[in-house]
């Protein structure tokens, strides 16, 4: 079992920043992909980042050169920089990754980009 939660989310103007954390529980977190997802209001929800247990990060087109996923294995903590944030941002932005083909989730952080 794996337990998601994050943090960070709040209230920014557009051209702002915020840094999400996500804090996982257990022993495999150094061995796990980890993913941040979003989900806006009336949309499916989408991967934004992910990072692989060796560190490697790739970033999707729509936050690309914008969000900055890193991690820190002894924290067992990964971690999202949003910088640039427009609007379109706005969504709950969840943590996820999957273990033995399960997926686990945490409970999300709203994010709202507005003027």
């Known amino acids: 079992q794996v337990q998601l939660v994050e943090s960070g989310g709040g209230l920014v103007q557009p051209g702002g920043s915020l840094r999400l954390s996500c804090a996982a529980s257990?022993?495999?977190?150094?061995?796990?992909?980890m993913d941040w997802y979003r989900q806006a209001p009336g949309k499916q929800r989408e991967v934004v980042a992910s990072?692989?247990?060796?560190?490697?990060?790739n970033d999707f087109d729509s936050v690309k050169g914008r969000f900055t996923i890193s991690r820190a294995n002894a924290k067992s903590t990964v971690y999202l920089q949003m910088n640039n944030l427009k609007p379109e941002d706005t969504a709950v932005y969840y943590c996820?990754?999957?273990?033995?083909?399960?997926?686990?989730w945490g409970q999300g952080t709203q994010v709202t980009v507005s003027s």
């Open positions: 996820h990754t999957s273990l033995y083909g399960k997926d686990f």
């Open positions: 257990g022993s495999m977190f150094s061995s796990l992909t």
């Open positions: 990072i692989t247990s060796g560190g490697s990060a």
